[in-house]
T-cell receptor, first 116, second 112 residues
Framework: DAGVIQSPRHEVTEMGQEVTLRCKPI?????LFWYRQTMMRGLELLIYFNNNVPIDDSGMPEDRFSAKMPNASFSTLKIQPSEPRDSAVYFC??????????????FGPGTRLTVL | GNSVTQMEGPVTLSEEAFLTINCTYT??????LFWYVQYPGEGLQLLLKATKADDKGSNKGFEATYRKETTSFHLEKGSVQVSDSAVYFC???????????FGKGTMLLVSP
């Protein structure tokens, strides 16, 4: 298995531009997570999907952030408009979740976003 | 709510030294516990896990024991290598739930 795939690996953009991050989870996994990692705040869960449905988006910082999962093999995280404080590494992770079972998450390599 | 507290880093050690990274947790239920490792420029990888009290997770020479009485899950390794230099995250998951609660991470730097 190729693991969780994220693209792009690096993104540099200017303030005010729209940014779209992409994720392909591991085949057969039914849960998908978007995280943001910064030095100041550490690793933060932004949103998580189960069976393509958003379950918890309480970590999404503001309305400029949106996430979609149109099918089981693809998800996007969009920032519009982007701001310098959005600069971070964004990780996607997936898992096979079953009630009562240990839910190991598998992480992608991350997208390093720099907003100038 | 759930929370995980890790010792602050960086932890700086010489090769072959003994490693301990402390982790304590608070949880409303009976959680599963994890250690993840992040090598430079990469995503997090599961290092080891434990699902019930007194379980010992182990992998690549690392060990951690689930201590319910002290709500702890300390990571240990008897002899570290330069290649162990990374950031280590302690995490918990409530049984039956998909989300993980992570600690802030502890950077380990091992010098030759």
């Amino acid at each position: 298995d190729a693991g969780v795939i994220q693209s792009p690996r690096h993104e540099v953009t200017e303030m005010g531009q729209e940014v779209t991050l992409r994720c392909k989870p591991i085949s057969g996994h039914n849960s998908l997570f978007w995280y943001r990692q910064t030095m100041m705040r550490g690793l933060e869960l932004l949103i998580y999907f189960n069976n393509n449905v958003p379950i918890d988006d309480s970590g999404m910082p503001e309305d400029r952030f949106s996430a979609k999962m149109p099918n089981a093999s693809f998800s996007t995280l969009k920032i519009q408009p982007s701001e310098p404080r959005d600069s971070a590494v964004y990780f996607c992770a997936s898992s096979q979740s079953k009630a009562g079972f240990v839910n190991e998450q598998f992480f992608g390599p991350g997208t390093r976003l720099t907003v100038l | 709510g759930n929370s995980v507290t890790q010792m602050e880093g960086p932890v700086t050690l010489s090769e072959e030294a003994f490693l301990t990274i402390n982790c304590t947790y608070t949880a409303t239920g009976y959680p599963s516990l994890f250690w993840y490792v992040q090598y430079p420029g990469e995503g997090l990888q599961l290092l080891l896990k434990a699902t019930k009290a007194d379980d010992k997770g182990s992998n690549k020479g690392f060990e951690a024991t689930y201590r319910k009485e002290t709500t702890s899950f300390h990571l240990e390794k008897g002899s570290v290598q330069v290649s162990d230099s990374a950031v280590y995250f302690c995490a918990l998951s409530d049984r039956g739930y998909s989300t993980l609660t992570f600690g802030k991470g502890t950077m380990l730097l091992v010098s030759p």
